[in-house]
């Protein structure tokens, strides 16, 4: 575990301090060769531009914690003399984070999203504290940490497979994270990401039968006239509010940054259900460095064009008053049929929380299995 002293903590207000503020929060995990970062523009338009109402109305607030690292000294007799071939000591960043406030919450709670954190308790405790100090007087008891900048778009700390590259839209951390947050923090839930992977033996897509007719959709109406289905299946927990107008314009920006495959089910022409999915392109991302630079853009471009050998299907649901139809089968097959012609490989689904019963069994009869688990925290300000 590293050691840092010397700790300075800052708030981002101004347009610049947002800068510095998402290019420190890069550089904690830049060196991960696991991590995929997001595409940066989109994060620039979402953090440092404000473009995002849903983002804007959750007012906010964007903490870093800096600190000298304490590098082993040689010694001359019994006294420590610094080795000055290490380089002269300079502050890195050692946690960032950005404190959400939902105001459709009412229990006193705040969201921490986009947590990165060194190997360093202190450094989160650094965090945590700062985070006390600039919220607590607005009356915040709790946090609920770490999720993504909507809590539908990656909760909880990665605790197993890190020898594998999650796939796109689902958390990353790194191996020494979940010892971090269990010695500061409880848990709250899990989630689970399933997959079928490369070779499995899988049914061949066959159309399936049901009392639905499949129709491609516009992505977009699941903010607007399809909002409703779209709140209702999503699935709820750690007392997240349901996704919104704001917030599920937000999700579909975020995603679709590139195209998605998505479907509507409907029966005597009322949608009662809808599959998005999305080639995983966490691939071109990870190259790329997210596209931060020039040359980072080009190579974004340039490698996006290749086809991903995995698929992801982010959002998934029927009416529960059709349910037990197959009409969610119907929508599975409908995904599966375009796999040939696209060269997908392996499928991927989730996280989803553990104590979504209906969905968990789903996916599991659709012949995946639980992959990658997350563990969502809960964080006492009192």
Known sequence: MAQYFNFRVDSAEGYWDRVGFLRKWWRIYADDPRWTPPAWNRLRQAVVLRQS?????CRPRLIVV????RRRQTHVGDQPFPNINQGVLMEEPVAAALVLIDPRRTDNTAHLAMLHAANSIESLERLLNAVREQVGHEGIRRLILPVGLSPYLGTGVLQNYFHRVPPLHAPYAPPYVPELFTTVCRPLGRSLLFAIEPGADTERP????GPAVIR??????????LLPLFTQTVPAWAGFPPADGPEAQFLLWWILRRPALTWMAEVDGRPVGYLLAQPDGSGPLRRSHGGRSLLGRLLLQLLELRQPRSVRILFMGVDPEYRRRGIGR??????????????W???TAGPLPSTAGAGLNFLTAQGLSSRETYMLHSYDLD
Do not use: F, K, Y
């Not at 109402?53 to 109305?57: C, F, I, T």
């Open 53 to 57: 109402p849903h983002l804007e109305r």
């Open 216 to 225: 491609p959709l516009d992505p977009n109406r699941l903010a607007s006239d």
């Open 66 to 69: 800096e600190a000298l690292p």
């Open 206 to 209: 066959m159309p399936a039968p």
């Open 330 to 343: 119907q929508l599975w097959q409908q995904m599966l049929l375009t796999a040939p012609e696209n060269g």
């Open 345 to 347: 490989q392996t499928v």
